[in-house]
T-cell receptor, first 114, second 112 residues
C-alpha cells in the first residue's frame, strides 16, 4: 500500500458527461501528479500540483482540469467526455516535487465512457 | 522518435531464470531513471531509482544506466512467479518540475 488513495475505483458514464476523480496524497506529501494510462498511449503525465499551485502541465486536454485544495487532496475534472477518454487515471504524490524525489502511485480510477 | 522506447513483450521465462528488461531513450537531458512494477489492475509501484550512469543493486534486482548509449536495464535474478507483472521504465531531467516520461511497459510472465 503506497499511502495514496483514489476514489472512485471504477466509473462508468456516457459521452458528453462530466466526472470528478479524487486523490488524497500520502501524509506529509505536498505534491500531487495526475496520469492517464491507456493501452495505446501507455502512461501519460497530465498535470502536477505543489501545495495548491500548478507546477507543470503535460498532455492534458482543455476539457480536463485539476486543482489541489488546502488540505492537499486533489481533484481531476473531466468534461465533455469522449469514448477515447476511457482509461485508468492515476495520481501520485511526493514530498516536495523536486528532481530528487520519487513518486508514489495510488491504485487508480478506471473510467469507462460509453 | 519517441523519447522513451520499451519493448512491450510479452516476455515469458521459467522460474529461476535471469530476466533482462531494457529501455532506450533519446533525450540526453534525462538524469534520473526509475523502474516501476505494475500488477494487473493495480497502480505502478517504485522498484528501483538511480541517478545518472552506473549500477544499483537491491536484492534480486539490479538496475543499470548507460548514459553514453542512452540505454537502461533492469535485471531480475532467480525470477519468481510473483515477479509476473508489467515493468515500466521512467526517466526525468534535472529540474524542479520535470515530468516523468514513461516507457510503455514490458509484460513479464514467470512460469513455475
Amino acid at each position: 500500500d503506497s499511502g495514496v488513495t483514489q476514489t472512485p475505483k471504477h466509473l462508468i458514464t456516457a459521452t458528453g458527461q462530466r466526472v470528478t476523480l479524487r486523490c488524497s496524497p500520502r501524509s506529509g506529501d505536498l505534491s500531487v501528479y495526475w496520469y492517464q494510462q491507456s493501452l495505446d498511449q501507455g502512461l501519460q503525465f497530465l498535470i502536477h500540483y505543489y501545495n495548491g499551485e500548478e507546477r507543470a502541465k503535460g498532455n492534458i486536454l482543455e476539457r480536463f482540469s485539476a486543482q489541489q485544495f488546502p488540505d492537499l487532496h486533489s481533484e481531476l475534472n473531466l468534461s465533455s467526455l469522449e469514448l477515447g477518454d476511457s482509461a485508468l487515471y492515476f495520481c501520485a504524490s511526493s514530498v516536495q516535487g523536486t528532481y530528487q524525489e520519487t513518486q508514489y502511485f495510488g491504485p487508480g480510477t478506471r473510467l469507462l465512457v460509453l | 522518435q519517441k523519447e522513451v522506447e520499451q519493448d512491450p513483450g510479452p516476455l515469458s521465462v521459467p522460474e529461476g531464470a535471469i530476466v533482462s528488461l531494457n529501455c532506450t531513450y533519446s533525450n540526453s537531458a534525462f538524469q534520473y531513471f526509475m523502474w516501476y512494477r505494475q500488477y494487473s489492475r493495480k497502480g505502478p509501484e517504485l522498484l528501483m531509482y538511480t541517478y545518472s550512469s552506473g549500477n544499483k543493486e537491491d536484492g534480486r534486482f539490479t538496475a543499470q544506466v548507460d548514459k553514453s548509449s542512452k540505454y537502461i536495464s533492469l535485471f531480475i535474478r532467480d525470477s519468481q512467479p510473483s515477479d509476473s507483472a508489467t515493468y515500466l521504465c521512467a526517466m526525468r531531467g534535472q529540474g524542479g518540475s520535470e515530468k516523468l516520461v514513461f516507457g510503455k511497459g514490458t509484460k513479464l510472465t514467470v512460469n513455475p
